[in-house]
Structure formats: C-alpha cells, structure tokens
C-alpha cells in the first residue's frame, strides 16, 4: 500500500490553488466536475502522490454520498482544511480489506473515468485514518499531470495526524504502508503534511493548509 493523495477541502478553490502558488510554489491544474456527486477538484501533482484540492458545489447533492460528505464535514465552520487521505491499493486487495473489514465498495467518477473505494465513510470521524482506492488499469495517474510548479515536487515525505499508533494499526490490519505516518494520539485528523521538494521540504499544517505553509 502507498499514498495516493491528500484531500484539502476548501470553500474557494481557485482562491486556495493561488495561496498554495504563492506561499509553497505549487501549481494546481483544473479536474472538473466528479459525475452526479455534488464536488468539483483542482490537482496538484506531485510526482508521487497529489494534493487534491476539493470543493462541494452542490451541498445537496454533496449530502448524498460519501465523498461529499467528507467533504463537507471537514468544511463546517471553516472554510479550508485537510479532509483525509488515500492509500491505493490494486482491485484484489481492495475487495478482500473491504470484505474482512465489513465494508461497502463505492465508486467516484470524473468525466467517466474513475475509482474504487472502500472505508471513506468510516473515517469521516477519523480523518486522520486513510480510506482504501483502487484505479483501474490503463487509467492515467492525477500525480503524474504536467503543471507550472516554481519548485519540482517529489511527492509527500511525511503525514503527522491526530490518531493513535493502535489505531492506525488497527485500521491497516497489521498490513504495512510505503510512508512515513506520524501520529500524535491527541485527537485525529491531519496535523501536518511535508512534501519533499529540489529546494526543501515544504510544510502544509493545520486547518488551512494553504495559508500555514513553511518551507
């Protein structure tokens, strides 16, 4: 299992793909629309891993899936903030997790291209704890989009969340993850997201991640 991508979920996307620019050096290139769930996302591809930037257009039909409400519930009250994380996993290994765990397989789409998901409701109080994705095969990659960085990303370093170590571990079943996971056992959610870059590591913290940035 690898990361895949962190989720950001912001209110104004276009104003939190400029921050991001500005403060980090990152560039985000438009996605679009995801079909019938209610969220739009911008990309910021990373070489390994991407951030998603992702925001609910349509709250009610934001409210009516998995993905939307993850969305949403990381924006109560506020109007950015780290909404979770995915790690992919091939198609085999999702449908046996999913089944040993008791979990449903949905599915999220943009413009009829797609994923497979398992866990996005269980960790909408824990967001700090990934949900599993499967892509399908020939499908192109969002981290390996083309986009005019002022630095040249070489994918997260690190994630820092508020979750236990037993619970990350119970969540992953013993299973290992390719990524360094920092857990504080202090409440849950993302804390902190480090992507490593040609002129350093850049810190993403808190919850507005595009405006608490240090590099």
């Known amino acids: 299992m690898r990361l895949d991508h962190v989720i950001i979920a912001t209110s104004e996307p276009v104003r939190s793909a400029r921050r991001l620019a500005k403060n980090a050096g990152l560039a985000a290139v ?3 629309v995801h079909d019938g769930l209610g969220t739009a996302n911008y990309i ?3 070489g390994r ?3 998603e930037l992702v925001t609910a257009h349509d709250r009610r039909l934001a409210e009516r899936n998995a993905f939307g409400r993850l969305v949403l519930a990381a924006l109560h009250e506020r109007d950015e903030a780290f909404a979770g994380w995915a790690v992919e996993v091939s198609v085999d290994c999702l449908a046996t997790a999913a089944q040993a765990r008791g ?6 789409t943009r413009r009829g291209i797609g994923i497979d998901h398992a866990g996005m409701e269980d960790v909408r109080e824990s967001p700090g704890l990934p949900f599993l ?5 020939g499908s192109g990659h969002p981290q390996d989009l083309r986009a005019d960085h002022r630095v040249i990303p070489h994918g997260v370093r690190a994630l820092t969340i508020g979750e236990s170590e037993d619970a990350l571990n119970d969540w992953f079943a013993g299973q290992p993850i390719d990524q360094p996971v ?28 595009t405006r608490t940035v240090q590099s």
């Open 30 to 32: 438009e996605g679009g």
């Open 44 to 46: 910021v591809p990373l």
């Open 49 to 51: 891993g991407y951030l």
């Open 103 to 108: 979990l449903s397989i949905g599915r999220l």
């Open 133 to 137: 994705l499967a892509r399908e095969a």
């Open 182 to 209: 920092m857990c504080r056992g202090e409440g849950c959610g993302i804390a902190q997201v480090e992507i490593a870059t040609d002129a350093g590591t850049i810190v993403l913290r808190g919850d507005s991640p």
